[in-house]
């Protein structure tokens, strides 16, 4: 760790990431991202105070200290979501930090965050999302690769499951049983149904599937076996849109948007569709009901004779 810290700061810094892996569970992007955030705050700590912060230090954080901060987070372009991550992250460090010390952390956790305008989902319209599996179907080289294609996408749009979630799946999964238990974000682990189509795709996609489905093993491969990459999906799903005019916005999160949605379209409840993606905060499924309304109020323009 090339930043300057005093040894106590520096292991501080280090047993405060390993608490995060280890006792709150978060993913391995999630430590890293939590670690980018902190160290470029502590980075900008030694400059500002012109030398290597310690604990006593941190401690005696003022509230002018966290302003000139943020002003230069901005000054040097970065936005108002990624500003308010950064010090979501802080808070976090702090809050740690303060339980651990035993001091005063009130002028980091009272610190108000930048005000932002989160971004609504972009979900597929249900037409679309059938049009992209058939399209990716299409264009794959080989019958089994087509058929895997397939498989993870109808599990991406008929399950709600993240692209790392449906790429998580093992030879122990196969066949797929009536309901999967998913390890998602921060460890939280969910239940959930898989539905026929889905089922039958990933059992059409095994039968031609040259690798063996082993036990350990990735379920779904690449053309030399191994482990299917994320980045080959999108790229499929790239190539696919282009094909068919749809936005950029059809990406594999955009099936699991479009499987909240129409849930939400069906009369799905809430607390159900947030069961069901593994969301911590109802807050982040209520999005839906914006993106819904938006819909609703686009054919009621569209389509209502006095509009």
Not at 27 to 52: E, I, K
Not at 57 to 66: E, F, G, H, S, V
Not at 167 to 184: C, F, K, S, Y
Request: aromatic share 6%; charged share 20%.
């Amino acid at each position: 760790m090339s930043l300057s810290l005093t040894p106590a700061a520096r292991d501080a810094l280090q047993a405060w990431l390993s608490h995060l892996a280890a006792l709150d569970g978060a993913a391995r992007n999630t430590v890293t991202a939590y670690r980018t955030d902190v160290v470029g705050f502590l980075s900008f700590l030694a400059q500002h105070w012109g030398a290597a912060p310690g604990t006593a230090a941190l401690a005696a954080i003022t509230q002018a200290d966290l302003r000139a901060w943020m002003a230069a987070e901005r000054g040097r372009g970065v936005g108002a979501r990624s500003l308010a991550r950064a010090l979501s992250s802080v808070r976090s460090f702090y809050r740690w930090l303060s339980d651990r010390e035993g001091f005063d952390a009130t002028v980091v956790l009272g610190a108000r965050s930048p005000r932002f305008k989160r971004p609504l989902p972009r979900p597929l319209a249900e037409d679309a999302a059938r049009a992209m599996i058939g399209m990716v179907e299409d264009q794959a080289r080989e019958p089994w690769t087509a058929a895997r294609d397939v498989a993870v996408l109808t599990l991406l749009w008929g399950c709600g499951l993240r692209i790392s979630e449906a790429l998580g799946l093992t030879g122990a999964d196969a066949p797929l049983p009536p309901v999967l238990r998913i390890l998602g974000k921060g460890g939280r682990e969910r239940i959930v149904p898989v539905l026929p189509a889905a089922r039958d795709a990933v059992a059409e996609y095994l039968r031609l599937c040259p690798h063996p489905a082993a036990h350990g093993a990735p379920l779904f491969r690449g053309v030399r076996g191994g482990a299917l990459n994320a980045r080959q999906v999108a790229r499929a799903m790239e190539l696919a849109r282009m094909s068919l005019g749809l936005p950029a916005t059809a990406t594999p999160h955009a099936l699991r948007h479009s499987f909240a949605t129409h849930l939400l379209a069906a009369g799905g409840d809430l607390r159900s569709i947030q069961e069901l993606l593994g969301h911590a905060s109802l807050s982040t499924t209520q999005a839906y009901t914006a993106v819904d309304s938006t819909r609703l109020m686009e054919v009621y323009a569209a389509a209502h004779p006095r509009a």
